[in-house]
């Protein structure tokens, strides 16, 4: 059971980019998956989730119209994308699959992103 | 959401217990039972270590143990070892979404 994401970003501010993280070994469609976002030096943030098995998608409001969070169950990839990138999105991301309990049971293993000019 | 609300940092000796707080509202911690916790290594990936309050994911020694009382949960960790050292942050759902707290610094002395 693992998810694998892609590898290391550099981008320019402006810019657009779709991050993935692909699952293996377990039912995709039977967990849903939750990107986490971590700044440099600072803590982890719920950033949204999405069901596989239908695409619905919940996203905290902090992050709400920044991201988009979408899946293709028949290559059991979820993506996280940002049509316009800030610096401020420099950061971590981790994907991980959720439980039935809200629990992160399975992490990627984190992409980095770098925002800058 | 408002963050859930954890100490900055917590430190022990070895063999000896430490106790993390995870401090919400009514509408996640106290309203749920779904407080998880997660450990973290220096550039490293979390790992589950409590899910559901107090159930502990195979694999996790039962030296960490959790709880929770009103709008508080706790993350104990007994006989403490020298791998236990890293950040550990918990979190709670709320309707429609989840939690995490700012995360604690374990430091084993």
């Known amino acids: 059971v693992q998810l694998v994401q892609s590898g290391t970003e550099l981008k320019k501010p402006g810019e657009s980019l779709r991050i993935s993280c692909k699952g293996s070994?377990?039912?995709?469609?039977?967990?849903?998956i939750t990107w986490v976002r971590q700044m440099p030096g600072k803590g982890l943030e719920w950033m949204g989730t999405?069901?596989?098995?239908?695409?619905?998608?919940n996203y905290s409001p902090s992050f709400q119209g920044h991201v988009i969070i979408s899946v293709d169950k028949s290559v059991t990839t979820a993506s996280l994308q940002w049509s316009t990138l800030r610096a401020s999105d420099t950061a971590m991301y981790y994907c991980?699959?959720?439980?039935?309990?809200?629990?992160?049971?399975?992490w990627g293993q984190g992409t980095m992103v770098t925002v800058s000019s | 959401q408002s963050a859930l609300n954890q100490p900055p940092s917590a430190s022990g000796s070895p063999g000896q217990s430490v106790t993390i707080s995870c401090t919400g509202t009514s509408s996640d911690v106290g309203g749920y039972n779904y407080v998880s916790w997660y450990q973290q290594h220096p550039d490293k990936a979390p790992k589950l270590m409590i899910y559901e309050v107090s159930k502990r994911p195979s694999g996790v020694p039962d030296r960490f143990s959790g709880s929770k009382s009103g709008n508080t949960a706790s993350l104990t960790v007994s006989g403490l070892q020298a791998e236990d050292e890293a950040d550990y942050y918990c979190s709670s759902y709320a309707v429609s979404n989840t939690v995490f707290g700012g995360g604690t610094k374990l430091t084993v002395l």
């Open positions: 999405i069901d596989p098995s239908d695409s619905y998608t």
């Open positions: 070994g377990y039912s995709f469609t039977s967990y849903w």
């Open positions: 991980a699959r959720r439980g039935a309990t809200d629990a992160l049971d399975i």
